[in-house]
């Protein structure tokens, strides 16, 4: 599928499938409002995804700031003032949902659960203490928050706090700069679309990989600002070109730690990825193959739910390489002729490389040689590229890319099983033809 028709359908897909309904930013910001409500709206400040435009469905919590004066070292927040807030939000407070309200005060902050008839958390409202601390070079205040507020929502935080308080763990404070990041995304919003909508795309398939196995632990966050640091040094980059380029080096990226903090630039937001362990960075890759493995096998009729929830692939033996290793997207423009060949040896009599493998559906015997070759090719690429992948079963798996022709010109049909031979037109560094041939080894 060219770029221009996979970006189109991407971008509706996200639209229509992974962005907020109407009723649910309603939903937010009459939660957001009523907070204003009762503590006036210079006290309160929104942050997170929601506010930056890149929240994604289902909408599961909001936090925030609630401005409780200037920053000075040793600051505690005293328990007397979130007794009162408490207490004020019980006796005043406006619910403007169907659910019910519990309230909850913890060492640093007041939570708020909306629960539906079953107890069950349908959305939650953390309401931290922040206290400003300089501005940013938009002009717009910096605070110094709970460093809790980064670690979990809702009720993982309330088991978290109990958890500390009953260790008796103290909380420290840390500087942050909400409003630099909302700025910084609303301006490349308005650049482009697509920014904000390729953040969505990859946040949907990082929550599809986390509802399958709980060890994947990338963050949201952290994608995003890879996103946005790319974004911000190449806003040509349409949707695809941003999907594709995080999750082709999303392999890289986790190897270290690189994207500095906008309030401590002595720290990394992404800092969190040195605590992986073995497994869970394996986890990274396999999830990584299996999605990209789904683009490049994408045609007309794709069903993005379906890539999102690609899930894990895992390589068979160490040969085993994809155009995207090489970060080569996969682009077919079906209005090229390409076609590919296999010409055997030792076949109905045939002593040179003359018998077409496809003419004979792929199926050779042992102890036969192959020769491939493009037959057809009207795409004025600048390379040609050859995978050789053998059956899973067999002792020798394969699944090497090599420039021109394939790894062994003529390839030998030692083992049985089904095997296949791939071609790829390269042009401008994009894969924009392709074909394959089945090899069949009876015995």
């Known amino acids: 599928m060219k770029k221009i028709e996979l970006s189109s359908k991407i971008r509706h897909f996200v639209k229509s499938s992974l962005s907020p309904k109407m009723e649910d930013i309603e939903f937010v910001s009459s939660i957001y409002k009523s907070f204003n409500d009762l503590l006036g709206n210079s006290n309160c400040i929104q942050i997170g995804s929601f506010p930056r435009y890149t929240a994604v469905k289902p909408l599961h919590d909001l936090d925030i700031l609630y401005v409780i004066g200037d920053w000075k070292e040793k600051n505690e927040v005293p328990v007397e003032l979130l007794n009162r807030l408490a207490e004020k939000f019980k006796q005043e407070y406006r619910n403007p949902t169907r659910y019910n309200i519990k309230i909850c005060i913890q060492t640093h902050s007041v939570s708020f659960s909306y629960v539906d008839v079953f107890n069950d958390e349908i959305f939650s409202v953390d309401l931290v203490p922040a206290l400003k601390k300089g501005k940013n070079e938009f002009d717009r205040d910096m605070f110094y928050v709970p460093e809790i507020i980064e670690k979990r929502h809702g009720l993982q935080r309330q088991i978290l706090y109990e958890e500390m308080r009953r260790d008796h763990k103290d909380l420290h404070w840390i500087k942050t700069d909400p409003l630099g990041y909302i700025e910084v995304a609303s301006k490349l919003n308005r650049a482009s679309k697509d920014f904000r909508l390729a953040v969505k ?177 009207d795409t004025n690429g600048d390379m040609i590229k050859w995978k050789v992948k053998n059956d899973n079963r067999c002792l020798e798996k394969r699944g090497e890319i090599t420039d021109y022709h394939t790894l062994h010109n003529p390839e030998s049909t030692a083992y049985y099983g089904n095997h296949f031979a791939e071609c790829y037109s390269i042009k401008n560094g994009t894969c924009i033809a392709k074909d394959i041939v089945h090899v069949v080894v009876n015995k």
Not at 245 to 268: F, G
Not at 322 to 332: N, R, V
């Open 201 to 377: 795309f990859v946040k949907g398939w990082k929550n599809s990989c986390k509802r399958i196995n709980d060890e994947f632990k990338l963050k949201s966050f952290h994608l995003e600002q890879i996103i946005t640091n790319k974004f911000a040094k190449n806003q040509e980059m349409d949707v695809f070109d941003l999907i594709f380029d995080v999750l082709s080096n999303l392999k890289i990226s986790i190897r270290n730690p690189c994207i500095p903090d906008r309030a401590d630039s002595s720290k990394m937001i992404d800092s969190y990825v040195r605590e992986l362990n073995e497994t869970q960075i394996e986890l990274v890759h396999n999830a990584v193959d299996a999605v990209l493995i789904a683009f490049e096998n994408i045609n007309s009729e794709v069903d993005f739910n379906t890539i999102l929830a690609s899930g894990y692939y895992k390589r068979c033996g160490v040969s085993e390489s994809f155009l995207f290793d090489q970060k080569i997207p996969m682009l077919i423009d079906e209005s090229f002729e390409f076609k590919a060949d296999g010409y055997v040896k030792n076949i109905n009599g045939f002593r040179d490389y003359r018998a077409s493998l496809k003419r004979v559906n792929g199926v050779v015997d042992t102890k036969n040689k192959i020769e491939f070759a493009v037959v057809n090719n």
